[in-house]
């Protein structure tokens, strides 16, 4: 009787473990989207940049343009690099600002927004860290927008060399390159935002 019962919590065992096995086959794995030159990001030299300190302004957003990857594609995540400024000397954390998060289709129309503290997202004591900010399953079709504000609440990461030609300021309602012009060289020097679109 004791080795019937064995067996038969054996068999159950195996069984839950194949269909497990089998859920997490069937389960398509996440693909990252990048805007940037995809270099490995510790060989990437970026800096930080903060649309309110160079506009002045809390309505500027930085924009990095993708391609759905395949028909039926959602996006789940967009991760930003950057920063709350956290000065581990003072052991004080930055008073809580918004951030925020748009996306939009080619056509620029609004598909989600969302809105929250900086904190939640880019507190750290050795510097600039990748917030991972969730989005509900949203369907998106063909070239789509991540639109990032960081409203002087958590800088983001810009790459300044091997512009790819993707990343934009949203300004006015419209998409403008993201580059400036370079006072030392007169010459104009395009960017890259380090945002990134996950999705399956």
């Not at 080795?3 to 195996?14: F, K, P, S």
């Not at 380090?194 to 999705?199: D, K, P, S």
Request: with cysteine.
């Amino acid at each position: 009787m004791k080795n019937t019962i064995l067996l038969i919590a054996c068999l159950c065992c195996a069984a839950l473990c194949i269909n497990a096995i089998a859920a997490q086959a069937a389960t398509p794995q996440l693909t990252t989207l990048r805007g940037d030159s995809e270099k490995n990001y510790s060989e990437i030299n970026f800096t930080l940049f903060s649309s309110l300190v160079e506009f002045g302004s809390l309505g500027v957003g930085e924009a990095v343009k993708f391609t759905a990857p395949k028909a039926g594609w959602k996006l789940q995540r967009v991760r930003v690099l950057g920063w709350s400024g956290y000065n581990q000397s003072t052991q004080s954390y930055p008073a809580d600002r918004n951030i925020m998060v748009e996306i939009r289709d080619k056509d620029l129309n609004l598909l989600y927004k969302f809105a929250d503290s900086q904190n939640n997202y880019f507190l750290s004591d050795v510097g600039p860290r990748f917030g991972e900010i969730e989005i509900p399953a949203l369907p998106v079709t063909g070239d789509f927008y991540v639109v990032y504000y960081d409203r002087g609440a958590a800088p983001v990461g810009t790459e300044t060399t091997n512009a790819t030609g993707k990343s934009y300021l949203f300004m006015n309602g419209q998409m403008q390159p993201a580059e400036f012009p370079n006072s030392e060289t007169n010459e104009t020097v395009k960017i890259n935002w380090l945002i990134e679109a996950v999705g399956r």
